[in-house]
């Protein structure tokens, strides 16, 4: 069983940065794929980025290119979320998220993933 904490969420304004966090502990995670989702307010929860267990490999969804990046640090157990140039339409909560199917390439889908924190909230103010 693998236990995720999300942590560095917060209120920042448009333009701004913050860095997410997503803590493993329980079992080691890295040789499973991760990746980071968020949902925001009335809306279904999204994909974000996803890395493999090497970080060889990532991928992100469209509106965050260039802006966001994922990286994992595996002697610490632990994932990264670097945000920058924050717009309100990246205002959520943001859900780490581990496979359990070691090697494998990380996925879009929700329903790939079987581990899930409890979520971070990212507020971005115009």
């Known amino acids: 069983q693998v236990q995720l904490i999300e942590t560095g969420g917060g209120l920042v304004q448009a333009g701004g940065s913050l860095r997410l966090s997503c803590a493993a502990s329980?079992?080691?995670?890295?040789?499973?794929?991760m990746a980071w989702f968020r949902q925001a307010l009335g809306k279904e929860r999204e994909f974000v980025t996803t890395?493999?267990?090497?970080?060889?490999?990532?991928d992100y969804v469209d509106s965050v290119k260039g802006r966001f990046t994922i990286s994992r640090d595996n002697a610490k157990n632990t994932v990264y979320l670097q945000m920058n140039s924050l717009k309100p339409e990246d205002t959520a909560v943001y859900y780490c998220?581990?496979?359990?199917?070691?090697?494998?390439?990380?996925?879009?889908?929700?329903?790939?993933?079987?581990?899930w924190g409890q979520g971070t909230q990212v507020t971005v103010s115009s």
């Open positions: 890395i493999n267990y090497n970080s060889g490999k990532t």
């Open positions: 998220a581990a496979m359990n199917v070691h090697y494998a390439m990380g996925s879009k889908y929700a329903v790939a993933y079987a581990y």
């Open positions: 329980g079992r080691i995670v890295s040789s499973l794929p």
